[in-house]
Each structure stands twice: as structure tokens, then as C-alpha cells.
Nanobody, 115 residues
Framework: QVQLVESGGGLVQAGGSLRLSCAAS????????MGWYRQAPGKQRELVAK????????MYADSVKGRFTISRDNAKNMVYLQMNNLKPEDTAGYYC????????WGQGTQVTVSS
């Protein structure tokens, strides 16, 4: 079965940085695009960033462009999200999911940014 394990979240002050990691198993990782999503309390889950199967193409939500960087290591079945210049509005649970349309979710990792 598909398993996704996110880690790296925490409490950080505005302007700080965090690096999230996602370990994926149960899929042919190198054949799947991977996305990072987030969900804040009372809000719908939204796409933050996505990376193509080979890693050559990335896309970002406007709200994180220039601050977040998605990357992947296909040899390790890992996808990462480097988050810089964090803002209080980035506070959310962060999740990774494979494919063009997300179907599988892990437990997520909580990011809290204090002002």
C-alpha cells in the first residue's frame, strides 16, 4: 500500500526557515510527480508546490513563489520542501501526495509560524 511520511515541521518565528521531508513507499516513485499541499484550520487543502517525476519541472502557488523550493531524490524516494522567509499565513498542516490528482495522504507535519 502507499505510505507517505512527512516530517520536519515545527514552530518558527516569522522570517525563519524549515525544511520538510516526505518519504514515499508503495509507488513507483520515479514515475510520479509529487506535490506538497497544506491545510490551515477552517480552510480547504491547497496545492503549495509540485515537481515532475524527473525533477526538471516545478510549479508553485503564487503565495509561496520565491520563498519555497521543492526538490526530490528519486534514489531515496524522498521529496523535500525548503521554506524560507516564513510568514504567519504559512501556518498549516503540510502533506505530500503523488500524482497529478492527489489520492493518498500521510499524517502530515505541522508548521506554525509566530509573528
Amino acid at each position: 500500500q502507499v505510505q507517505l511520511v512527512e516530517s520536519g515541521g515545527g514552530l518558527v518565528q516569522a522570517g525563519g526557515s524549515l525544511r520538510l521531508s516526505c518519504a514515499a513507499s508503495g509507488i513507483i516513485f520515479s514515475a510520479n510527480a509529487m506535490g506538497w499541499y497544506r491545510q490551515a484550520p477552517g480552510k480547504q487543502r491547497e496545492l503549495v508546490a509540485k515537481i515532475s517525476a524527473g525533477g526538471g519541472t516545478t510549479m508553485y502557488a503564487d503565495s509561496v513563489k520565491g520563498r519555497f523550493t521543492i526538490s526530490r531524490d528519486n534514489a531515496k524516494n524522498m521529496v523535500y520542501l525548503q521554506m524560507n522567509n516564513l510568514k504567519p499565513e504559512d501556518t498549516a498542516g503540510y502533506y505530500c501526495s503523488p500524482g497529478a490528482v492527489p489520492r493518498y495522504w500521510g499524517q502530515g507535519t505541522q508548521v506554525t509560524v509566530s509573528s
